[in-house]
């Protein structure tokens, strides 16, 4: 039986394996420091699936060990941002969190696949690849399929046309300096450029950047949590099901894209072995300078942590 690990027991995790259960891929076990909030939202969860109509099993537990031998480990423990605050602010509090949580993943779960979602991203999937010490196609994080939507969502809003019918692409790194690419964007096919203005699309980017702080803006406290469950379950099912669907996320890089030794958000064949080939986009030389930049302040940050 397929056993599937959710590290954290907050907005994201919880979300995340309500969605899971759903979909009956295996037994969940969901962990969290705070004592009995796993057990008492697994619990939870368990009777929903009479309602519902699942019959997944969920534990909830404060025990590390009881991760041991899951398939896949997703981790979403640590801050989440408050009004103001960039992903990248979270660095020293949530980079302690992810050195913990990877020790005893590499410790209880040595074969899994690890997700990572836990900001600021790119850098958190850093600390987990050097920690475990997997490969790296074992190791990667969720941001661009999250990015990716809110693009989509933002184009079928304004084409009023349906979500289904909107191809999105966004690139880069988790952040400010994320890459939404309008020109592999598309709409049944038909390129952006070809269906909205320069500026209008220019608008659309600039509100795809800031998705996440909008959100956080309007609720005050944390961050969101519906459209990142929905991502990661995304990812799940590719590997799961072996789908080798091409989806954006952040992946380590060994010279695609001109990048070498970070995480940076690329379109990736993802299947039951994880990441099993990058995709690299015809970019153009602004885009081309705009990656650099994003990959900089990657850079920056592992430099910063020195792990
Ligand atoms: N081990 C397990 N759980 C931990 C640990 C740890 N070492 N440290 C913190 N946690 C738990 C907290 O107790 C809390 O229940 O992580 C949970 C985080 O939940 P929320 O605060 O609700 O945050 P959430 O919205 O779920 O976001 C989690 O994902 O999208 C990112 O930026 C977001 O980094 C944040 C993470």
Redesign the pocket.
């Known amino acids: 039986m397929t056993k599937i690990s959710v590290?954290?027991?907050?907005?994201?995790?919880?979300t995340t394996v309500q969605r899971l259960a759903e979909m009956e891929f295996g037994n969940i076990v969901l962990?969290?420091?705070?004592e009995g909030?796993p057990q008492g939202k697994a619990l939870d969860l368990m009777q929903a699936g009479s309602i519902v109509g699942y019959d997944t099993k969920i534990k909830g537990s404060n025990d590390y060990a009881d991760i041991v031998d899951s398939d896949i480990v997703i981790i979403?423990?640590?801050?989440?941002?408050k009004p103001g605050m960039s992903?990248a602010d979270?660095i020293n509090i949530?980079t302690k969190?992810m050195k913990?949580?990877c020790e005893k993943i590499k410790q209880y779960a040595p074969k899994s696949i690890v997700i990572a979602?836990?900001?600021p991203?790119d850098v958190?999937t850093y600390v987990a690849l050097k920690v475990t010490g997997f490969e790296p196609n074992r190791v990667f994080g969720m941001s661009g399929i999250l990015d990716t939507g809110r693009f989509a969502s933002f184009i079928a809003d304004e084409l009023a046309c349906s979500k289904r019918d909107v191809e999105a692409m966004v690139i880069g790194g988790h952040g400010d300096q994320m890459l939404p690419l309008p020109q592999h964007s598309s709409v049944f096919g038909t390129p952006l450029p070809e269906l909205l203005g320069e500026n209008v699309i220019a608008g659309l980017v600039e509100r795809t950047i800031h998705g996440g702080a909008e959100i956080v803006a309007l609720l005050k406290q944390?961050?969101?949590?519906y459209a990142?469950s929905a991502a990661i379950v995304q990812m799940v099912e590719s590997i799961l099901r072996d789908e080798k669907r091409i989806l954006p996320v952040s992946a380590y890089l060994e010279g695609e894209y001109g990048q070498k030794g970070i995480y940076f958000g690329v379109p990736a064949k993802i299947g039951c072995d994880g990441i099993e080939g990058i995709i690299e986009l015809e970019l153009t030389e602004e885009q081309k300078q705009a990656l650099k930049e994003s990959s900089a302040s990657i850079k920056g940050s592992i430099e910063y942590l020195n792990i």
Not at 31 to 34: G, K
Request: hydrophobic residues 55%; neutral net charge.
């Open positions: 590290i954290g027991a907050g907005n994201v995790g919880a962990v969290d420091i705070v909030l979403t423990a640590g801050a989440a941002r992903r979270l949530n969190i913990d949580v979602v836990t900001n991203l958190m944390g961050s969101a949590f990142p």
